[in-house]
């Protein structure tokens, strides 16, 4: 039942927005009783940021041994959450979350958590040999992460092919660039 309760979550917040998002909501749109959304979560706020949260943890499991395929597995993930299934809801968390109490606090505990586990992918590279000692771990994760979640805004929704090939795809030439401007001397 969790799942299906997150799921609904998302959906009324993509939908909703923070405005209207309501345990009353989401328990509707669930499919189940508003008393067994609150055994589980205490508040909306603890609601929202789990389902939203559960959706980016698999960033923390990432670690395949080789940079490439670590920013691969990052950029596709990304790519998936900011154009995928639940998409809006992620980009609207990205700007809500800054402006509504309650979820401010919690987001950011669980996007510091994401940003550390996405810089450790590049830092292991780096102690691996696979990247510069100067590489620039903050420009990487920060163009990396920020391409895959400008992608849905800045690509007319009838230019983007949402096959998964071309995604792949698009996360192959993103990663490749980013791999060899990180590889490039730093300037001074």
């Known amino acids: ?26 328990a509707r749109e669930a499919g ?14 603890e609601l929202l940021t789990d389902a939203v949260a559960h959706t980016f943890a698999p960033i923390a499991e990432i670690d395949t041994g080789r940079v490439r395929d670590d920013l691969l597995a990052l950029a596709e993930l990304l790519l998936d959450l900011y154009e995928g299934r639940h998409g809006l809801a992620a ?22 958590a994401q940003v550390a586990a996405a810089r450790r992918i590049v830092r ?6 696979e990247l510069p000692a100067d ?3 903050t420009l990487v994760i920060d163009t990396l992460c920020g391409a895959a979640m400008l992608r ?3 690509v007319p929704e009838r230019l983007r092919d ?10 192959r030439e993103l990663v490749d660039f ?10 001074a």
């Open 135 to 137: 590489a620039p771990v």
């Open 32 to 45: 189940v009783g508003k008393a067994s959304v609150y055994l589980r979560w205490s508040s909306k706020e």
């Open 91 to 112: 980009r609207r968390m990205t700007v809500e979350s800054e402006v509504t109490p309650g979820i401010a606090e919690r987001w950011r505990d669980v996007r510091a």
């Open 1 to 26: 039942m969790d799942r299906r309760v997150e799921a609904a979550a998302l959906s009324v917040f993509a939908h909703q927005g923070w405005a209207g998002f309501s345990i009353e909501a989401v």
């Open 162 to 171: 949402r096959a998964a090939a071309a995604r792949s795809r698009y996360a």
């Open 124 to 129: 292991r590279a780096v102690e691996r040999g």
């Open 152 to 154: 849905p805004v800045a």
């Open 178 to 187: 980013v791999l060899a401007a990180a590889r490039q001397e730093s300037p």
